[in-house]
Nanobody
Framework: QVQLVESGGGLVQAGGSLRLSCAAS????????MGWYRQAPGKQRELVAV???????NYADSVKGRFTISRDNAKNTVLLQMNSLSPDDTAVYYC???????????????WGQGTQVTVSP
């Protein structure tokens, strides 16, 4: 199986920055896309940013120009640099990886436990 461990969440004032990190470990044959979702209280989980193994990225409109996603394929890690944070960014942020554990297995989405990001006014 694949385990994802996130770090880097916390409390920051509006206009500040945070960097989230997520490391995948376990039995990993290949990782396709990696990315971040978030879920605010009372709202559905939404896509924040994704990145392919080749480095192509996609962002939610609400974070374009403020957030940057990157990954290190050799270390199976994905980072999310978040700048110009606003209270609307307050949420639990979840890392995911679309991975296969062997050459014969299907790609499956694995999720981290989530890390809280709180932006104060």
């Amino acid at each position: 199986q694949v385990q994802l461990v996130e770090s880097g969440g916390g409390l920051v004032q509006a206009g500040g920055s945070l960097r989230l990190s997520c490391a995948a470990s376990g039995t990993i044959f290949s990782i396709n896309t990696m990315g971040w979702y978030r879920q605010a209280p009372g709202k559905q989980r939404e896509l924040v940013a994704v990145i392919t193994a080749g480095g192509s990225t996609n962002y939610a409109d609400s974070v374009k120009g403020r957030f940057t996603i990157s990954r290190d394929n050799a270390k199976n890690t994905v980072l999310l640099q978040m700048n110009s944070l606003s209270p609307d960014d307050t949420a639990v942020y979840y890392c995911y990886a679309n991975a296969a554990i062997s050459s014969l297995s299907r790609f499956t989405n694995y999720w981290g436990q989530g890390t809280q990001v709180t932006v104060s006014p």
